[in-house]
């Protein structure tokens, strides 16, 4: 009786390390599985860098290439006169500044001294005199700096100079108002941020003896508009 007992309990102890064994091992796996999981809608995980190591010399590289100190050859299309119907070459190789880096915001990079060349071209005339020779002057830049574009002087007296955005933008006092105007006449006038103005929706044609007054967006008698 003693070894039939001795044989189930040693028969008992391999079975439960079987068990526990496979539990490891299911554990083992599900948590490999979970590494593995990818993060679904959430977002992934941030890189250390946008770019790839290899990928860092190149741009590096390009940016040196790109900076605004000393302009490069860059293709540029010919004007065609207007009495050509085409002309050939179409585009020539000159030094300019475009599209070169500046590190502000706002900032192109500007030629600080620019001369014209001479181009020679053949092209066919419009007036059918055929082939004919023309001679196309195109800016060659010979110096570059940082700078805006656009400057104060080419602002409306409907706009201000922003100097950080290298911009011109609308009077905020403009845009108050006529927010105020749209609150109080409903779909009489609307704000236009392209010119800077509060225009009428509507512009009607007025019978005789008045005439449009955009001011109140209507026709007024004309004894009754100021001079």
Known sequence: MKVPLILMLCIGIFLLFLAQE???????????????????????????????????????????LTQCNTPKKTLVTLDTPHDFKWIHPTAVHVNRCDGHQCSDVGEHCVPTISTQEVFYVEGEMKNGAGKQCANITARVDMGCECGCVTQPSDCGRNWEYNEMMCQCQCLTDLEEKCRKKMSERPGVVMWDGTTCTCPCNNEVECSTGTSWVPEYCSCRSVSHVDP
């Open 22 to 64: 496979g539990d490891c091992q299911n554990h083992i796996l599900r948590m490999h599985s979970y590494r593995q999981r990818p993060h679904g809608n959430g977002p992934a995980p941030k890189p250390k860098n946008c770019v790839p190591r290899e990928e860092r010399g190149k741009y590096r590289a390009m940016a040196t």
